[in-house]
Structures are given as C-alpha cells and as structure tokens.
C-alpha cells in the first residue's frame, strides 16, 4: 500500500507545482486575500475527485471520445483566453487597475464559481489527473492509495500556495508589483491557451 501511496504523491507533486493556469490563479487570490483558503480546498476536492475517477476507469470514458476532448479543449481555450484577457487589460491600463483596487473583492459564491471555472474548464486538468496520474493509479498494486498520495500532494501544494501567498501579499501590494503579476497571469493564460490550440 505505501509503496502505491509514495508514487501517487511523488507523481502528483512533479505536475502540480509547474507553473499553470489554476496556480496563477490560486496565487492571484492568495495576494487579493480573497478567500484563499476556500479556493485552496475547491481545487484540493477537485483534484481528488478526478484523480478517483481515472483509478476507477474515467480515463476510459474520455479517451474513447474524441468529441468530448475535443470539446473540452473548445471550451478551455475560450476560457484561458478571456481570463488572461482580463487580467492584460488589468496590467496595462492604469484605470481598470485603479478601479479594480477600489473596489470591494468579489463575493464568496463568485469566488467559488471562478475557482470551479478555471480548474474544471482547464483540459490541462484533465490531462494530468484523470489521464496521466488516473492511468497509472489504475495499473498500481493499490490503485486507491496511489490516488490517496496524489490528493496528498494537491492538499499540501495548494494550501502551501494560498497561505505562503497571503502571507506576502503585504509587501506584494504596490500598483506596480499587482500590474508586473496580472501582466504574469496573462501571459501564462495566453501560453497555455496556444498550447491547447496547436496540441490537439
């Protein structure tokens, strides 16, 4: 069992602590002090949820269903597109800036909608939890303490994440530091956008 556990969290933390799309937004929360702990614990259960699902056989289910991915790949580009569209227009426009630090954060379910959006939009999720990790969690002696060590290592990752974030958002929060990070977010955004678009 515990050999099936280590390879699950080693697997699991050698993808996820790559810079992408749902760690630069779990990173912008954390410096907005916008509920980064909730968002932390939504990515954790999804991650687990869709790692499960890959040992028990969803990797399967989409693999045999090039319309699905094809979709999921639709979708997600269209998504990473107007996220980081809206985070350059953040970075390169004094007054959105200034507006958006004016105003009050956003509420707690708009919060959870986006953290939903980005992690369940994003195909890249789907690639590295259900396909990957799903596939070779399906094949171990313990399928199910190999997805228990890779849900192990988002838990630790993202919540390392949003606290050590928050932590430093009091020395990250000059207007020029917010615009340098949006400017970050939407290149990484963008990046992963063209990826999904000439992968297939």
Not at 8 to 36: K, T
Not at 61 to 83: H, K, M, N, Q
């Amino acid at each position: 069992m515990w050999p099936s556990y280590l390879n699950g969290l080693m697997l699991s933390a050698s993808l996820i602590i790559a810079i992408g799309a749902q760690n630069a937004f779990v990173l912008g929360q954390s410096l907005r002090r916008e509920y980064p702990l909730l968002v932390a614990g939504i990515c954790v259960l999804c991650d687990a949820l869709l790692i499960t699902a890959g040992v028990l056989g969803l990797t399967r289910l989409i693999t045999d269903s090039p319309l699905l991915l094809e979709l999921l790949r639709a979708v997600g580009i269209a998504f990473l597109l107007l996220y980081g569209a809206r985070a350059l227009l953040r970075a390169v426009h004094p007054g959105a800036l200034q507006r958006a630090g004016a105003e009050a954060g956003r509420s707690r379910p708009a919060v959870i909608l986006a953290t939903l959006a980005i992690t369940l939009l994003n195909p890249h999720v789907y690639l590295d939890t259900v396909l990957l990790i799903g596939s070779l969690g399906a094949r171990q002696a313990s399928p199910m303490a190999f997805a228990a060590g890779a849900s192990s290592a988002s838990l630790l990752w993202f919540f390392a994440l949003a606290v050590g974030a928050a932590r430093l958002a009091p020395w990250l929060a000059r207007p020029f530091t917010w615009r340098l990070i949006d400017l970050a977010v939407a290149l990484m955004m963008a990046y992963v956008a063209v990826q999904l678009y000439l992968g297939g």
